[in-house]
C-alpha cells in the first residue's frame, strides 16, 4: 500500500505561481511512476504531468506545458509541481497519484492505483 498527502494549494492571481508537493509512504519502492491529476467543478478529472520513479521521465499535457515542471526527490519519497504563469482555467482540485502498473501509461488515470485527497487550487483572474 502506498499513501500519498498533498500540500501546497492556496489562492493566487493570474500570472502567479504555486508549488504543490506530494508526500508518500508506505511500500513507495514498488512505485512506476507519479502523476498528477486536476478536477474543476463539474468537470472530469484530467491529467496534468507524471514522472517516471527511476528514469525522471517527465510528461505534461499540453495545455500546461512550458508552465508548469514536476519533479520528484526519490530519497525523500516526494514528487512536487511547480506551476508559473497560473491562469484561472487552472482552478480546480489537484490530485497525487503513484502508479505500480506495468505497462503504465502517463496519460491514463486507470493506470494508477494510489490517490491522495486533493489540494484546492484557486487562481482569481
Known amino acids: 500500500q502506498v499513501q500519498l498527502v498533498e500540500s501546497g494549494g492556496g489562492l493566487v492571481q493570474a500570472g502567479g505561481s504555486l508549488r504543490l508537493s506530494c508526500a508518500a509512504s508506505g511500500r513507495t519502492f514498488s512505485t512506476i511512476a507519479m502523476g498528477w491529476f486536476r478536477q474543476a467543478p463539474g468537470k472530469e478529472r484530467e491529467f496534468v504531468a507524471a514522472v517516471s520513479r527511476i528514469a525522471g521521465s517527465t510528461y505534461y499535457e499540453d495545455s500546461v506545458k512550458g508552465r508548469f515542471a514536476i519533479s520528484r526527490d526519490n530519497a525523500k519519497n516526494t514528487v512536487s509541481l511547480q506551476m508559473n504563469n497560473l491562469k484561472p482555467e487552472d482552478t480546480a482540485v489537484y490530485y497525487c497519484?503513484?502508479?505500480?502498473?506495468?505497462?503504465?501509461?502517463?496519460?491514463?488515470?486507470?493506470?494508477?492505483?494510489?490517490w491522495g485527497r486533493g489540494t484546492q487550487v484557486t487562481v482569481s483572474s
Open positions: 497519484a503513484a502508479s505500480d502498473a506495468v505497462p503504465w501509461i502517463a496519460t491514463m488515470s486507470d493506470t494508477y492505483n494510489y
